[in-house]
């Protein structure tokens, strides 16, 4: 029997993957991938140049339906063409802070905002960047007739590649962090746009969860797409009580949830997610690469930095790394740098330093955990995704500073996953998406209740006396 192929793309800001998956199990039949750029200021034409290496090669050869899952947030500026107006901005572009609190003051506060629109803007926000275009590039602004998001622009070029291009598409997820479209009215607000920019302009079409975009020449559909968190979501089947930790270049945690949130902190953003209800999320511009910083200070490899870490004892001597190496998006802290606190001569060990960069990551994630159960979202285990959770001494950090039980799912693509379930979505036509089974590969428990209350305690007073927040 014939067997029905979905792709699924993760256009992320370090490469283009894509798994093509078998649409009714879910199971990965072929990938590829192609790096995309550093910097957080690229040209479109980059993530294009990705996509047709990866896809090359007839990596496509019988997919029915396609979805792209796509980096949030970036701002990618269209002219009356649909031509770029200038590289796109990406989340991690921090140059649009002081934008960020200037929107936050004119809309009425930071409650106003989590009530209305269900996030207060940070340098990350789309909207944030659009004020930064108006002010800073005037010329740009006023060439700018639209304004799509990464996956939102290669869904498009996806379409006009196979002429089945009819017009700009997004989805509710990513659109839900622009800043200028709510969660809590499910619509965009033009007002919002006139504060950010002095005018509107035109924006995507938001489809509904398994709605088509269109067709490709060989009739390929292709689905509406979603932002990468949503997609992950997505690919992983989240469960009530499920919340992922996710350790790439940023760091994530983020749960399911039946209605929208309001945090006037800015710690939890109210997205939509890829499904019709809610992804309540935190956001740190530093994961991975905290472990990588490590690696470099100590002149090691992974494993050995793996080692060093479980050498030493939770706590790491005393040592306290706050890790804002990139400043940071969550705290708003964009000009922040790390520091490290309660070095001793008798602390000052390779074990000590390399377990300090494994704790200060995951702790800059804890707060993420507990706004989440004190926002009324179930919170009963973790789901540790992302480069870094494949580090042994991160799982067992993590089990205890957490405090909860905690799963490592297989290693796996799974925002390319989700986009890959959304589109098998699409191409059923059903009420629910495909149910797909997710292996685990580790399983783990804390250890006494409590067990790093400690040092979370300690690292959160650390951040109140250097930085004056949490």
Request: hydrophobic share 45%.
């Given at each position: 029997?014939?067997?029905?192929?979905?792709?699924?793309?993760?256009?992320?800001?370090?490469?283009?993957?894509?798994?093509?998956?078998?649409?009714?199990?879910?199971?990965?039949?072929?990938?590829?991938?192609?790096?995309?750029?550093?910097?957080?200021?690229?040209?479109?034409?980059?993530?294009?140049?990705?996509?047709?290496?990866?896809?090359?090669?007839?990596?496509?050869?019988?997919?029915?339906?396609?979805?792209?899952?796509?980096?949030?947030?970036?701002?990618?500026?269209?002219?009356?063409?649909?031509?770029?107006?200038?590289?796109?901005?990406?989340?991690?572009?921090?140059?649009?802070?002081?934008?960020?609190?200037?929107?936050?003051?004119?809309?009425?506060?930071?409650?106003?905002?989590?009530?209305?629109?269900?996030?207060?803007?940070?340098?990350?926000?789309?909207?944030?960047?659009?004020?930064?275009?108006?002010?800073?590039?005037?010329?740009?602004?006023?060439?700018?007739?639209?304004?799509?998001?990464?996956?939102?622009?290669?869904?498009?070029?996806?379409?006009?590649?196979?002429?089945?291009?009819?017009?700009?598409?997004?989805?509710?997820?990513?659109?839900?962090?622009?800043?200028?479209?709510?969660?809590?009215?499910?619509?965009?607000?033009?007002?919002?746009?006139?504060?950010?920019?002095?005018?509107?302009?035109?924006?995507?079409?938001?489809?509904?969860?398994?709605?088509?975009?269109?067709?490709?020449?060989?009739?390929?559909?292709?689905?509406?797409?979603?932002?990468?968190?949503?997609?992950?979501?997505?690919g992983l089947g989240l469960a009530r009580g499920d919340v992922v930790v996710s350790l790439g270049t940023s760091g994530t945690v983020f749960a399911r949830h039946t209605d929208p949130v309001a945090d006037a902190s800015g710690a939890l953003q109210s997205f939509a997610d890829a499904e019709g209800g809610y992804l309540p999320l935190l956001c740190t511009l530093n994961a991975s690469r905290v472990i990588n910083a490590g690696m470099a200070m100590l002149g090691v490899d992974?494993?050995?930095?793996?080692?060093?870490?479980?050498?030493?004892?939770?706590?790491?001597?005393?040592?306290?790394?706050?890790?804002?190496?990139?400043?940071?998006?969550?705290?708003?802290?964009?000009?922040?740098?790390?520091?490290?606190?309660?070095?001793?001569?008798?602390?000052?060990?390779?074990?000590?330093?390399?377990?300090?960069?494994?704790?200060?990551?995951?702790?800059?994630?804890?707060?993420?955990?507990?706004?989440?159960?004190?926002?009324?979202?179930?919170?009963?285990?973790?789901?540790?995704?992302?480069?870094?959770?494949?580090?042994?001494?991160?799982?067992?950090?993590?089990?205890?500073?957490?405090?909860?039980?905690?799963?490592?799912?297989?290693?796996?693509?799974?925002?390319?996953?989700?986009?890959?379930?959304?589109?098998?979505?699409?191409?059923?036509?059903?009420?629910?998406?495909?149910?797909?089974?997710?292996?685990?590969?580790?399983?783990?428990?804390?250890?006494?209740?409590?067990?790093?209350?400690?040092?979370?305690?300690?690292?959160?007073?650390?951040?109140?006396?250097?930085?004056?927040?949490?």
């Open positions: 029997m014939t067997r029905s192929l979905v792709a699924g793309v993760d256009s992320s800001t370090q490469s283009c993957k894509i798994v093509v998956c078998d649409a009714e199990t879910g199971q990965v039949v072929r990938s590829a991938r192609a790096p995309h750029p550093d910097g957080t200021e690229v040209d479109p034409a980059a993530w294009w140049a990705a996509w047709q290496q990866a896809s090359s090669g007839g990596l496509l050869d019988g997919v029915e339906a396609i979805a792209v899952g796509g980096q949030q947030h970036g701002m990618v500026t269209l002219d009356d063409a649909d031509q770029v107006v200038r590289p796109a901005l990406l989340w991690n572009d921090t140059r649009s802070a002081g934008a960020a609190a200037d929107l936050v003051e004119e809309f009425g506060g930071a409650q106003a905002w989590a009530e209305e629109i269900g996030i207060v803007p940070v340098a990350a926000i789309t909207a944030t960047k659009l004020r930064w275009l108006a002010r800073n590039e005037p010329d740009n602004m006023a060439r700018t007739r639209t304004c799509v998001l990464p996956h939102d622009w290669v869904t498009g070029q996806i379409l006009k590649d196979g002429n089945g291009f009819q017009q700009w598409v997004t989805d509710r997820g990513d659109a839900s962090g622009t800043g200028y479209w709510s969660a809590h009215s499910q619509d965009y607000r033009t007002d919002v746009m006139d504060l950010a920019m002095g005018r509107t302009i035109e924006v995507p079409t938001v489809l509904a969860p398994h709605e088509a975009a269109g067709r490709t020449d060989s009739g390929m559909i292709v689905a509406p797409g979603t932002g990468d968190n949503m997609g992950a979501a997505l992974y494993s050995e930095f793996d080692r060093l870490a479980m050498a030493a004892a939770p706590g790491a001597g005393g040592l306290t790394l706050i890790p804002y190496l990139d400043g940071e998006r969550t705290p708003n802290l964009p000009d922040a740098t790390g520091t490290l606190l309660g070095l001793q001569r008798a602390n000052a060990t390779p074990e000590n330093l390399a377990r300090a960069h494994v704790e200060g990551m995951l702790l800059n994630l804890v707060a993420g955990v507990s706004a989440l159960r004190d926002h009324g979202v179930a919170v009963e285990r973790i789901l540790l995704i992302g480069g870094a959770a494949a580090s042994t001494a991160v799982q067992d950090i993590a089990c205890q500073l957490f405090g909860l039980p905690l799963v490592v799912p297989a290693a796996g693509e799974y925002v390319g996953l989700g986009a890959a379930r959304q589109a098998a979505w699409t191409l059923s036509g059903a009420d629910a998406p495909p149910q797909w089974e997710v292996s685990l590969d580790v399983r783990a428990e804390p250890g006494a209740p409590d067990a790093g209350a400690e040092i979370v305690e300690r690292y959160r007073q650390a951040v109140r006396d250097q930085h004056g927040v949490g």
